[in-house]
């Protein structure tokens, strides 16, 4: 079965510059996470979706972070604009409820604000 | 409210010594705990997960980890680690209930041949 999905692999913006990351999860998997992944610290979610619904989004800074599943299958999360301290690792993953919420994770996009 | 603690953020071991590395979490209830590894230009995969009954719980690879509830503990130990273990491990909890995955810091092991 085909992995998680997640393009570009690497970005460098200046900030104030806005990004968009893109990622599908696997066929068939109703839960899809974004998450922020800093240099030396471990994954922190950003949002859950479930289908197209959010989930949990309490850790998205919202006044410049944005994300949306359309048609409950791709996403993408957006910054705008962004800041040096949005320089990390963003990484998509997705799950179901039969996997026992076993999360599958994509490659990651490097994102270098500079 | 949630938290993870991973306390060995770097650990080198010679190939053929234990390991054994430590997570703490809290939580107010029930949980489900994960330890994933990343391995060199990899992505983050599944090692092993608890769920419920036998607090050992064996995964790929050879690895195991033990639930104790009463010490809020879900180590992961390998009896003997070899040069492919070297990777990064993250211990991962989940409120059975919640949506919310807490990921630890991280845990770097380098083998050494």
């Known amino acids: 079965e085909a992995g998680v999905a997640q393009s570009p692999r690497y970005k460098i913006i200046e900030k104030r510059q806005s990004v968009a990351f893109w990622c599908n999860p696997i066929s068939g998997h109703a839960t899809l996470y974004w998450y922020q992944q800093i240099l030396g610290q471990g994954p922190k979610l950003l949002i859950q979706?479930?289908?197209?619904?959010?989930?949990?989004d309490s850790q998205l800074p919202k006044d410049r972070f944005s994300a949306e599943r359309l048609k409950g299958v791709d996403s993408t999360l957006k910054i705008q604009p962004a800041k040096l301290e949005d320089s990390a690792v963003y990484l998509c993953?997705?799950?179901?409820?039969?996997?026992?919420?076993?999360?599958?994770f994509g490659p990651g996009t490097r994102l270098t604000v500079t | 409210a949630q938290s993870v603690s991973q306390h060995n953020h770097h650990v080198i071991l010679s190939e053929a010594a234990s390991l054994e590395l430590g997570c703490n979490y809290s939580y107010g209830g029930t949980v489900n705990l994960f330890w994933y590894v990343q391995y060199p230009g990899q992505h983050l995969q599944l090692l092993l997960k608890?769920?419920?009954?036998?607090?050992l719980v064996k995964g790929i690879k050879g690895f195991e980890a033990e639930f104790i509830k009463s010490k809020f503990s879900f180590n992961l130990r390998k009896p003997s680690v070899q040069w492919s273990d070297t990777a990064e491990y993250f211990c991962a909890v989940r409120g059975s209930g919640t949506y919310k995955y807490i990921f630890g810091t991280g845990t770097r092991l380098k083998v050494l041949a």
């Open positions: 979706f479930q289908n197209n619904g959010v989930v949990d």
């Open positions: 993953a997705s799950s179901t409820p039969q996997g026992r919420y076993e999360q599958y």
């Open positions: 608890y769920f419920s009954g036998d607090p």
